[in-house]
């Protein structure tokens, strides 16, 4: 199964983070050759080298995703030196949660710098070389909070608004290529991303700590949460022949929330 996969080159955007990881195996175990790009050297050494224990062929390049000229220069080093780029998982982000009054430009800025104009730049760096080999797949991770905004979370649900407008768009212009371009929103993921923020989260919605994970249980009909694997394994059908006629799509996993 997924053998077209065998031999494809996958940029993965934010693979040091708990999603990006989990897409690098995921992929990887389908013979994709992936390269993972992200700030976070540390973790992202780490993603590589948990892909190569699987015995699969893996990359990592630092990268500054609100910096264009790092960004250029990165998918120059990858289209060089390991080949096109057959697929594109824009997967970095990130989320500060905060009255919307606090949210200083600043904070605005970046969080639509690297969740909105990263994912836009970084498909310009490979759209002509799918266009020449008629064949390329994009998937944005975008949120639910990029179908349904929410208290104190402004800045990130305005940039993943965004990443599904710039889906449907690049999908619009680019069918007729042969190019699949989808998006796929996330639920609630206990990743890093969650650490990072998880005061935060705390005192804006009031939660007690020690019952924030049965809260959040609650409102999703499945259940549970949504893990790392869920989001992997929704990438990789998007990835795959299997969605070949799929295109401009968001699709939720969410448990049904
Ligand atoms: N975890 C969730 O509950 C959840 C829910 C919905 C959507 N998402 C989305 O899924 C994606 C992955 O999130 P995650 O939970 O794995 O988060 P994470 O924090 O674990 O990973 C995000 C990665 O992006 C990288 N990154 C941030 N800024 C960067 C920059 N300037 N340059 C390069 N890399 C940068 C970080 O280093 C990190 O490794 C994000 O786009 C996030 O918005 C996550």
Known sequence: MFEELK????????????????????LANFNVVVVGIDNDKKRGLETKEIVEAGGHAAYYEPVDLSDESDIKRVFEIIQKNIGPVDILVNSAGVCRPMPFMKTTKEIWDKTIE???TGAFLCIQQVINGMVE???????NI?????????KGFASYSASKFGEIGLTQSVANEF??????????????VFTPMWEKQLDDYISLKGYNPDDMQAELVRKIPMD?????EDIANAVLFLV??????????????TGGY
Do not use: F, W
């Not at 494809?8 to 690098?24: C, H, L, M, N, Q």
């Not at 549970?224 to 790392?228: A, I, S």
């Open 224 to 228: 549970r949460l949504q893990t790392e």
């Open 7 to 26: 031999d494809k080159v996958a940029v993965i955007t934010g693979s040091a983070g708990g999603i990006g990881r989990e897409i690098s195996q995921k």
């Open 240 to 253: 795959s022949d299997m969605s070949k006629n799929i295109t401009g799509q968001a699709l939720m996993v």
């Open 114 to 116: 690297i969740n909105l």
């Open 142 to 150: 975008s949120s639910r909070s990029g179908m349904i905004g929410s």
């Open 175 to 188: 069918a007729k290529n042969h190019i699949n371009v989808n998006a796929i929103c996330p639920g609630i």
């Open 133 to 139: 080999r008629g064949y390329g797949k994009v998937v």
